[in-house]
């Protein structure tokens, strides 16, 4: 990634801890209508792209929720998450945590090595696992095991076997939404098409044999990951 790319995912975060800081001391109450997306802009000086970030990652941990042609609107996340995430759902969250931080790590590090490694037949694979992930979200479809595949496929391309034994260990599990099957979020098309434009970022560096753009546009995929289970667990 880009430093603007980072720039943003900083920026979104900005917006993601006042809008948060807003909501929880009461300046904005539930029920409450959020600014458009123009006036948000205005008032914390950033582009679209960072509004919808921050207000999709909202989403997804419960803060906010959208109402069809009408705008976006301050939701209850005690209702939103612990009345739906079952108790294993819930004993979940810390593991999940470790192991994003953990494949940060080994990740980041895979989609560089990819980066300069891969073979033509190796970017077309991964190429190919991001087009079926597309594929099932226009269609409905479970993303899980295709999303895990895009991750598979950076992994090989390292031609390096340790890190396809890593994922290989995690199997599917290592994708968050498959054990929060009850989030919002697990079949949200909005949310799963945010994440399908972030492999896209990782495919685009290492397509380019760009090694620290792959790296760091894979750790900034996972840390938007990490930060919505943080603010998950934190309404525990």
């Known amino acids: 990634m880009t430093a603007l790319g980072r720039g943003r995912q900083r920026l979104a975060q900005q917006v993601i801890?006042?809008?948060?800081?807003?909501?929880?001391?009461?300046?904005?109450?539930?029920g409450d209508q959020l600014p458009t997306e123009p006036q948000l802009e205005s008032t914390f000086g950033v582009s679209r792209t960072v509004v919808r970030e921050a207000i999709?990652?909202?989403?997804?941990?419960?803060?906010?929720?959208?109402?069809q042609g009408k705008g976006v609107f301050v939701a209850d996340p005690k209702?939103?998450?612990?009345?739906?995430?079952?108790?294993?759902?819930?004993?979940?969250i810390?593991?999940?945590?470790?192991?994003?931080?953990?494949?940060?790590?080994t990740e980041g590090e895979a989609a560089a090595i990819a980066a300069?490694?891969?073979?033509?037949?190796?970017?077309?694979?991964?190429?190919?696992?991001?087009?079926?992930?597309?594929?099932?979200?226009?269609t409905g479809q479970q993303t899980v095991e295709a999303d895990y595949s895009f991750h598979m496929a950076v992994a090989a391309a390292t031609n390096n076997r340790f890190y396809v034994d890593v994922l290989?260990?995690?199997?599917?599990?290592?994708?968050?939404?498959?054990?929060?099957?009850?989030?919002?979020e697990a079949n949200d098309r909005e949310y799963?098409?945010?994440?399908?434009?972030?492999?896209?970022?990782?495919?685009?560096?290492?397509?380019?044999?760009?090694?620290?753009?792959?790296r760091q546009a894979m750790r900034a995929h996972l840390m938007a990951s990490q930060r919505r289970y943080r603010m998950l667990a934190e309404q525990q």
Do not use: C, W
């Open 192 to 214: 799963l098409q945010k994440v399908y434009a972030e492999h896209v970022e990782i495919l685009s560096a290492i397509a380019d044999q760009d090694p620290e753009r792959a």
């Open 116 to 138: 300069y490694r891969r073979t033509a037949e190796q970017e077309a694979a991964i190429r190919e696992a991001n087009r079926k992930m597309a594929g099932m979200i226009e």
């Open 17 to 30: 801890d006042q809008l948060r800081a807003q909501i929880e001391t009461g300046k904005l109450r539930v």
């Open 56 to 67: 999709a990652d909202l989403r997804a941990a419960g803060f906010v929720r959208p109402i």
């Open 94 to 105: 810390p593991e999940t945590l470790e192991l994003l931080e953990f494949r940060m790590a």
């Open 168 to 184: 290989r260990h995690f199997g599917p599990r290592a994708i968050p939404r498959g054990q929060f099957p009850t989030l919002p």
């Open 79 to 92: 209702v939103n998450t612990v009345m739906s995430l079952t108790p294993v759902e819930i004993k979940s």
